[in-house]
């Protein structure tokens, strides 16, 4: 069965600290994976994910594939309470007509 | 563009009614996707259309639970009758084919009473 684990579930830094976010996947034909920043609201896409090595990078938050190992990372550097949110990751799964699927998501929490 | 619209944003209701929520995907996206969210169980997959037919309904709870895509620009989601446990945050995403960047509408909150 295909799936998809974040680590931590819940993480709280201050101001300033750099965060690093885990996501690690099992999914038959594996094509992208996507990364999604969740507030109050509906969930925002940041970045989606297809080659191995290469960094994808948004401002302050960046993210790397690493297909041989079944992972991805989302960094964000000089967090700012702005950044608090649950950090989704997904992977569409193909055994399961392209649906997405989502790991539980990180609840990051950056205090003053 | 407008982005996916889901309808009503709120929605309060007793148990044994009956909840229609609503979604317009993006002009052009031709999957649409369901999802609840709830904090115990997180983001759930219930159905997915594809070019307006159902693909995968693996997901859907329990026969209260139906859903219809008349045509590219507009599909339902129904429960019949609505349980307490059926409060949720209910999202529709949207896609275009390979580009899973998928664009999710801004939810309605369903409290069932």
């Known amino acids: 069965e295909d799936k998809v684990v974040q680590s931590p579930l819940s993480l709280v830094v201050h101001e300033g600290d750099t965060v690093t976010l885990n996501c690690s996947y099992e999914?038959?034909?594996?094509?992208?994976l996507l990364w999604y920043k969740q507030e109050k609201k509906a969930p925002t896409f940041l970045f989606m994910l297809?080659?191995?090595?290469i960094e994808k990078k948004s401002g302050r938050l960046s993210s790397i594939l690493d297909k041989k190992e079944l992972f991805s990372i989302l960094n964000i550097t000089a967090t700012q309470t702005g950044d608090s949110a649950i950090y989704l990751c997904?992977?569409?799964?193909?055994?399961?007509?392209?649906?997405?699927?989502f790991g539980q998501g990180t609840e990051l929490s950056v205090k003053p | 563009d407008a982005g996916v619209i889901q309808s009503p944003r709120h929605e309060v209701t007793e148990m044994g009614q009956e909840v229609t929520l609503r979604c317009k995907p993006i002009?052009?996206?031709?999957?649409l996707f369901w999802y609840r969210q709830t904090m115990m169980r997180g983001l759930e997959l219930l159905i997915y259309?594809?070019?307006?037919?159902?693909?995968?309904d693996s997901g859907m709870p329990e026969d209260r639970f139906s859903a219809k895509m008349p045509n590219a620009s507009f599909s339902t989601l129904k429960i019949q009758p609505s349980e307490p446990r059926d409060s949720a945050v209910y999202f529709c995403?949207?896609?275009?084919?390979?580009?899973?960047?998928?664009?999710f509408g801004s939810g309605t909150r369903l409290t069932v009473v």
């Open positions: 999914v038959t034909n594996f094509r992208s």
């Open positions: 997904a992977v569409p799964s193909y055994n399961q007509g392209g649906k997405l699927i």
């Open positions: 002009s052009g996206h031709n999957s």
């Open positions: 297809t080659s191995s090595g």
């Open positions: 995403a949207s896609s275009f084919g390979e580009n899973y960047g998928y664009t």
């Open positions: 259309f594809n070019n307006n037919v159902p693909i995968d």
